[in-house]
Nanobody, 122 residues
Framework: QVHLVESGGGLVQAGGSLRLSCAASERTFSRYAMGWFRQAPGKEREFVAVIDWSGGSTLYADSVKGRFTISKDNAKITGYLQMNSLKPEDTAVYYC???????????????WGQGTQVTVSS
């Protein structure tokens, strides 16, 4: 069982930046792919980005490509999501997830964090 805890959310003005962290409880996290998803009020949870277990391969949603960067430090068993040029439409609860298969699909992940709120004001 891997417990994930997100942090780093908050309120930021449009154009600003935030860095989200995802701290894992177990070293087995280093063998998992990690994904970031987000969910706005009244909407389904949507894919943001995913990184493979080694950190060598990444994939982004079109809506965040070029603005967000996903990374993973296996020595620290922590993942990150650097978010730049934030827009009001990025406002959502952001969740990190870990799984043996890294994909854009919610069902492919075995472990989830509790989420962290990101609010971007215009």
């Amino acid at each position: 069982q891997v417990h994930l805890v997100e942090s780093g959310g908050g309120l930021v003005q449009a154009g600003g930046s935030l860095r989200l962290s995802c701290a894992a409880s177990e070293r087995t996290f280093s063998r998992y792919a990690m994904g970031w998803f987000r969910q706005a009020p009244g909407k389904e949870r949507e894919f943001v980005a995913v990184i493979d277990w080694s950190g060598g391969s990444t994939l982004y949603a079109d809506s965040v490509k070029g603005r967000f960067t996903i990374s993973k430090d296996n020595a620290k068993i922590t993942g990150y999501l650097q978010m730049n040029s934030l827009k009001p439409e990025d406002t959502a609860v952001y969740y990190c997830a870990a799984g043996s298969v890294g994909s854009r699909y919610v069902g492919d992940y075995d472990y989830w964090g509790q989420g962290t709120q990101v609010t971007v004001s215009s």
